[in-house]
């Protein structure tokens, strides 16, 4: 190093040191943004216990952090500007640090264009994925890089133009069914450039694809089966007891909305190439899904949305918050204002933010579980910016920059318990993680929104982050905007455009350079609580098992007392570790802790009369179908009579005689295996849709359990139905809408069909 780099070095550290001094001496305390019990940003510096992280400049980040020793990726010790960032809007406000991190995103967006114009997903994950681009280019990619957006989009679309789920557990769609988030991602493309070349594109692909859903996931409640959305190791967030069938027998919160907003969305399009009636229909199945949700998933008593339904014959509540559902609620109007305001009072913030879900399981490393994920983050900052949470605003900003400041990049995720980044996956650079960073800044302390008309503003700006800010060359349409936001609050003062009063919406045919002046009106929004936690465990899930009638648990550590359910309902507590099932029933067990914290239920167990018929077929060790991906490694095991009877899609209908002995509402399954493919990834779930005596029941789904694993014997999932006493001919066929994100291969050994009498 020369005396001159040395001599910067030492007036930087100089610099550094004296703005922390005079920082922590109190100086400066009403420069004090946002103080947790884990951190504090105070003016151009944030600190955690003895770290800290400052921006020299608005194109520096400097930190002290050290990760948990281990960690396997490099640490960002640092940031500096490498890209020419002069195209985009650039910011200018009193706070450096925050221009900094916005500066980052901007540049570490660029590093995400790869050459062949997609969006790569972060450093260390290349390609383009349907959930993590459509979030992505919901939060700003859309207007930040729309050619970039429209290309990834197309890359996401199947040959038999449906929309590509990439990604989920035992064998993606329809076990992981959130695809459908990449219609909201194209509309809200199309808003940002009103091309109607690209509406008329997508309008097909959202119509095929909803369509498929209509018959696949759609549930007799009203909710949307499947996966949790993004949310797709199912061991992260489900107990260890579900299988990959029985995750898609539940119904989760954001995967519902996800849908609803899809079919408003395919509404509009209806009512521009299609036909009124059309457009009526899919806008009643939305609104039936949102009133569902209401129905179904509020809980009165959190003030918040449980994060799914899940069982097998009796669906419960996990009455789990998931942040990026409750987000999806608000944003989407699903929750109405009063209720809006209620999730973002009740949704509990540890120190570090808002977790991915809460409370976390207790024997399960960080990725989903115990974390929290920037990109979430910004989803709860600007829903409670559009609830009017003035301090839930800026904490949920807060944890977005902690992390951007401690790390110097964009991280995919940390540990909640620390803050740290070691946990099982992690990324630098991360698409979804800068849109997040970009998006705060645009869409909550400036308030741009887009309309399928023009740009409206509403913006958000708490009082600790108050000021002048501008934003200059922003490319909207065929405009270039220059926004500047003074003051603080959400109720706008004045709005002027080119220096005449104006309504806070820029119609879309505007042209040329335009300046912008919004003055806030310097009032405090309504005071409104935080949900304030430390980061709570919930207690290990009881492990049943029967002997006779005696229904049998472990004893589990801290246990408060027990709950005993049967068909889904308390009907008793207990500190004891057993319970007379005479009773015919489905029965569960479910841990409390002292302070009411509740474990995941255990795996039901079923004492009512079950009726059940193997499949005609012998014994052997190879299979006969094209479509097998791996053949067994030796004889096939496991199975129930005499063999198995394989399905393939060329495969002439399944009929099973079944002869019910008394009228009743009986549950509907199959014990299967698919060796096709591993439990976590890959796409070739086996579906077949079910009809009894020529009438359509519903979908069953044989998820694949394990590459050449064809002695793992399962159970799809349950279709209820009631039966009259008698002779019935069960049927599995293979339809159109029956094809799987693999298309190829939809193969399955199917061994026998159960009946059991539920009611």
Request: glycine share 6%.
């Amino acid at each position: 190093m020369n005396r001159k780099s040395l001599s910067k070095v030492l007036l930087s550290t100089i610099a550094i040191g004296s703005m922390l001094c005079t920082s922590c001496t109190g100086n400066r305390l009403n420069n004090d943004i946002v103080t947790t019990d884990a951190y504090r940003w105070h003016g151009d510096t944030i600190t955690q216990g003895s770290f800290y992280a400052t921006a020299p400049s608005a194109k520096e980040i400097i930190s002290t952090y050290s990760a948990t020793p281990g960690y396997a990726y490099p640490i960002e010790k640092s940031w500096k500007l490498k890209n020419d960032i002069s195209q985009y809007p650039q910011l200018s406000t009193p706070n450096t640090l925050h221009e900094a991190i916005y500066n980052m995103g901007l540049d570490e967006m660029i590093n995400a264009v790869e050459p062949d114009t997609t969006l790569r997903t972060g450093r260390e994950w290349a390609g383009v994925w349907t959930r993590d681009v459509s979030y992505s280019i919901l939060l700003s990619m859309a207007y930040m890089q729309p050619e970039a957006s429209k290309i990834s989009l197309m890359k996401k679309v199947s040959p038999t133009g449906r929309i590509i789920q990439d990604t989920g557990s035992g064998g993606a769609w329809p076990v992981s069914s959130d695809r459908m988030i990449w219609a909201v991602a194209a509309y809200e493309l199309y808003k940002v450039t009103g091309d109607r070349r690209w509406l008329e594109y997508i309008y097909p692909v959202i119509k095929n694809s909803v369509e498929d859903d209509i018959l696949t996931v759609h549930s007799a409640n009203g909710l949307i089966k499947g996966e949790t959305s993004f949310i797709d190791w199912r061991e992260q967030s489900y107990p260890k007891w579900m299988q990959t069938a029985d995750i898609y027998n539940s119904e989760a919160l954001s995967t519902s909305i996800v849908q609803a907003e899809a079919l408003r969305i395919l509404a509009e399009l209806e009512n521009e190439f299609g036909s009124a009636d059309e457009a009526a229909r899919y806008s009643t199945m939305a609104d039936n899904i949102a009133r569902a949700i209401n129905e179904h998933l509020w809980m009165e008593d959190k003030g918040y949305y449980s994060m799914y339904t899940y069982g097998r014959n009796n669906p419960i509540l996990n009455p789990r918050a998931e942040t990026l559902g409750e987000s999806l609620a608000i944003l989407y109007d699903v929750a109405s204002d009063e209720r809006a305001r209620t999730i973002t009072e009740n949704n509990p913030v540890t120190p570090f933010g808002a977790a991915i879900f809460f409370p976390q399981i207790a024997d399960m490393p960080p990725y989903h579980n115990n974390a929290l994920w920037p990109w979430v983050g910004a989803y709860w900052a600007i829903a409670n910016a559009k609830a009017g949470n003035e301090q839930g605003t800026l904490e949920a900003i807060g944890s977005v920059f902690r992390p951007a400041a401690l790390f110097a990049t964009n991280k995919e995720n940390f540990n909640l318990d620390n803050g740290d980044i070691y946990t099982e996956l992690n990324s630098s650079n991360m698409l979804w993680c800068l849109a997040g960073n970009i998006a705060i800044t645009h869409r909550i302390l400036f308030g741009i929104d887009y309309k399928k008309d023009g740009l409206a503003f509403h913006p958000f700006v708490p009082e600790n982050l108050g000021g002048k800010r501008t934003l200059s060359n922003f490319r909207y349409r065929d405009a270039i905007l220059d926004i500047t936001v003074d003051g603080f609050g959400n109720r706008i003062k004045s709005f002027t455009l080119n220096g005449k009063e104006h309504e806070p919406f820029i119609p879309a045919d505007i042209k040329a350079d335009n300046k912008i002046v919004i003055t806030m009106a310097n009032e405090k929004p309504e005071t409104m609580k935080v949900n304030h936690t430390s980061n709570i465990k919930a207690p290990l899930t009881p492990i049943t098992w029967l002997e006779g009638n005696t229904l049998q648990w472990n004893p589990i550590e801290y246990i408060h007392h027990y709950i005993v359910l049967r068909d889904g309902k308390p009907v008793c507590e207990t500190r004891q570790c057993s319970f007379d099932t005479t009773v015919p029933g489905e029965y569960q067990v479910i841990g409390v802790a002292s302070d009411g914290t509740q474990s995941f239920a255990s795996q039901p167990f079923q004492t009512y009369r079950k009726i059940t018929a193997q499949m005609p077929g012998e014994k052997s060790g190879a299979l006969n179908s094209t479509e097998t991906s791996y053949q067994p490694t030796g004889d096939i095991e496991g199975y129930h009579g005499t063999g198995f009877t394989e399905i393939d899609r060329n495969s002439e209908p399944l009929k099973i005689n079944v002869n019910v002995p008394a009228d009743g509402i009986y549950g509907i399954s199959f014990r299967y295996a698919n060796g096709n493919g591993p439990v976590n990834t890959e796409n070739k779930c086996a579906i077949r849709t079910l009809s009894i005596d020529g009438q359509r029941l519903g979908v069953i789904v044989m998820p694949h359990r394990g590459v050449a694993n064809w002695n793992d014997w399962g159970k799809t999932n349950v279709i209820t139905a009631p039966l009259k006493a008698g002779h019935h001919t069960v049927t599995l066929d293979f339809r159109q809408e029956n094809n799987n994100m693999n298309i190829n291969t939809n193969h399955a050994l199917v061994d026998e069909i159960i009946l059991e009498k539920i009611r």
